[in-house]
């Protein structure tokens, strides 16, 4: 069988090499490159560690020198980026904290003001804050009286027979038509009639009457009277009486009346009916006021109403009611109106309006006098006198003078000392968002010493320090 000359030839696989070229020397990459792996310092083995990789081999092809290249490249690139975003990180989150301590007067003050709720000269606005209540209750008497009452009401006499005046002696009887006799309490005199033209107008005369005996049967409705005394028929037609009210309290029997024993339950009572009106218009007094207002404790005064209702013991009656009510007054002033007065009255016109009491809500507060419409009151103790400091122009300003701070303070008089703290503590830049700038005031705890008012613009410098 001929053989196949395709099928008998066998082909011999063999790897790539690469030749040097003439005249040049072989490549000694590989040497190179471990004579600078031993030759590297440490510093430079963790740089290489962090920032380089070895690339791969492909086809027995090696890369040497332009490898390292490409490392370095990546470094660098890797470093600007690092660096450019810690510098936004710090441009963006930087702070600045303004310690500032701004001027302070300790000043003794007492002094007496009045406020209205119309003020007129030399007062200062007040506002008034009003709250009522009441309770009630009810008190039954414990005590027991044997009593033995006769009726009585009100009656109107009447005089058509003559002209000429009659008296009725204290006692006189008056009777009704059933035959129950009723008396006068004290003499009266009945008017005489009113004779003009031959017409006669009958004149009366109105007094209380009451039964002859004890008991309930002379309880009765409205009725007529007849004079029995007289004796003249025709008199005792024309003068006579009618009820007007009717007639009642007539009694025979046991009472309830006031024991000794129920005066001292009811002033319990009362003081009990007290403390609740009491604690209830405290606890109303004291809500949360405006801001702007100051309440001090002395001015808020709760007025009872007077208790007319006073019982004795032998009062009769079944039961007593009872009523505590008061008032609750509030006397609210406006910090800026008392700043103001103080200020002008102890640092001046010129400086009032510069300044703020700090510890105005806790200086001490009397009431002397009020009315419905107006008080008079003091205020006594050291009042802590600070210079207003303008938070966003100093801001703002600083912001502007963002490489320059320190020549920002010595433009606001009302500042006697400041301290800058940069955070982070290396980053000297002020930011430029002023949310990230923090004023923070330092205020003096005790005083120091007093300053002289018409120093107030003419500060001899400002203490800056920075950290």
């Not at 002033?267 to 006021?289: F, H, Q, T």
């Not at 102890?346 to 009397?366: H, T, V």
């Amino acid at each position: 069988m001929a053989k196949s000359l395709i099928q008998d030839i066998i082909i011999i696989k063999k790897q790539a090499v690469l030749l040097p070229k003439k005249n040049q020397p072989p490549d000694k990459g590989d040497e190179s490159d471990k004579k600078d792996k031993k030759e590297e310092k440490p510093r430079k083995r963790i740089f290489r560690t962090l920032f380089c990789f070895r690339l791969p081999r492909v086809s027995g092809i090696a890369f040497h020198r332009s490898n390292r290249k490409l490392k370095w490249t990546i470094a660098i690139i890797t470093i600007l980026v690092l660096v450019a975003g810690s510098f936004i990180v710090l441009k963006n989150f930087s702070s600045v904290t303004v310690e500032i301590t701004p001027r302070q007067q300790f000043v003794d003050i007492d002094v007496v003001f009045q406020a209205s709720i119309e003020p007129k000269k030399d007062e200062l606005p007040l506002e008034m804050m009003q709250i009522s209540r009441e309770e009630k209750d009810t008190y039954k008497f414990t005590g027991v009286k044997q009593v033995s009452k006769k009726s009585s009401g009100q009656a109107v006499l009447y005089n058509s027979y003559s002209s000429q005046p009659q008296t009725l002696i204290k006692d006189t009887r008056l009777e009704t038509p059933d035959g129950k006799i009723y008396r006068l309490p004290k003499t009266i005199v009945v008017p005489g009639a009113k004779v003009e033209g031959g017409k006669v107008t009958t004149s009366e005369i109105e007094t209380t009457v009451f039964a002859d005996k004890p008991g309930e049967e002379y309880n009765i409705g409205l009725t007529d009277f007849t004079l029995p005394g007289f004796k003249d028929p025709e008199k005792r037609e024309k003068i006579y009486g009618r009820s007007k009210t009717e007639m009642k309290g007539g009694f025979i029997g046991e009472i309830a009346i006031i024991a000794e024993k129920d005066i001292k339950a009811i002033e319990d009572i009362r003081i009990s009916m007290k403390e609740k009106v009491n604690d209830y218009l405290l606890k109303m007094g004291a809500n949360p006021k405006p801001e702007s207002f100051l309440l001090y404790e002395n001015a808020k005064q709760i007025v009872f109403d007077e208790q007319k209702n006073k019982p004795k013991v032998g009062d009769e009656g079944n039961q007593i009611d009872l009523k505590e009510s008061a008032v609750f007054f509030g006397f609210l002033l406006k910090k800026s109106d008392v700043n103001r007065a103080l200020g002008e009255k102890y640092l001046g016109k010129d400086a009032a309006p510069q300044i703020e009491i700090l510890n105005l809500d806790k200086l001490d507060f009397e009431l002397k006098n009020f009315t419905a419409t107006a008080i008079t009151f003091s205020l006594k103790d050291q009042a802590h006198f600070s210079w207003k400091i303008d938070e966003d122009g100093i801001k703002a300003d600083l912001i502007k003078e963002s490489q320059n701070p320190q020549n920002v303070f010595p433009k606001y008089p009302a500042i006697e000392k400041a301290k800058i703290i940069f955070k982070p503590s290396w980053w000297k830049n002020v930011p430029k968002d002023a949310a990230q700038i923090i004023i923070k005031k330092i205020l003096k705890d005790s005083p120091l010493g007093n300053l002289e008012t018409n120093h107030y613009f003419n500060l001899a410098g400002i203490r800056l320090l920075t950290v």
